[in-house]
């Protein structure tokens, strides 16, 4: 059975997307934009936001707030469940180290400390068991 005046919501991952998004606003419903680009880059995103989401363009605008990001998950190459959270993570230059660091990406990082436990407990020592952002 076919939906009723079924919707196109987008998803945009990051602002490298923006000029796709601007070119095709008229053929979508909704853009859904992570909570992490937007604690990365809020500035940019509210204007973004106010450029295609006004009077123009009523465009319906949500917030992935990105919380499964700090649960753990089954690896598929191993099949084992990993707490590692080591797909937010990023290699980076630090002051006074040759090797980059793999350290949390900031935006998750920050994400984390806003939406406080038990998502900012989860990079601290990873994920503890009854934290409940546990697959097992």
């Known amino acids: 059975m076919a939906a009723d005046n079924p919707l196109v919501v987008v998803r945009m991952g990051s602002h490298?997307?923006?000029?796709?998004?601007?070119?095709?606003?008229?053929r979508f419903?909704?853009?859904?934009?992570?909570?992490?680009?937007v604690e990365g880059t809020p500035g940019a995103t509210?204007?973004?936001?106010?450029k295609i989401c006004g009077k123009k363009h009523p465009l319906s605008?949500?917030?992935?707030?990105?919380?499964?990001?700090?649960?753990?998950?089954?690896?598929p190459r191993t099949e084992q469940v990993r707490r590692d959270l080591d797909w937010i993570k990023s290699d980076q230059k630090v002051k006074k180290q040759k090797e980059p660091v793999?350290?949390?990406k900031s935006s998750y990082r920050k994400l984390a400390e806003k939406l406080g436990p038990p998502f900012d407990g989860a990079l601290e020592g990873g994920l503890r068991a009854g934290s409940g952002?546990?697959?097992?």
């Open 16 to 26: 490298s997307e923006k000029e796709y998004i601007e070119k095709l606003v008229q």
């Open 29 to 37: 419903d909704g853009l859904i934009l992570g909570a992490n680009l």
């Open 46 to 50: 509210a204007s973004l936001l106010v």
């Open 61 to 75: 605008f949500y917030f992935d707030p990105m919380t499964y990001a700090y649960g753990s998950y089954v690896d």
């Open 102 to 104: 793999r350290r949390f």
């Open 133 to 136: 952002l546990s697959v097992e």
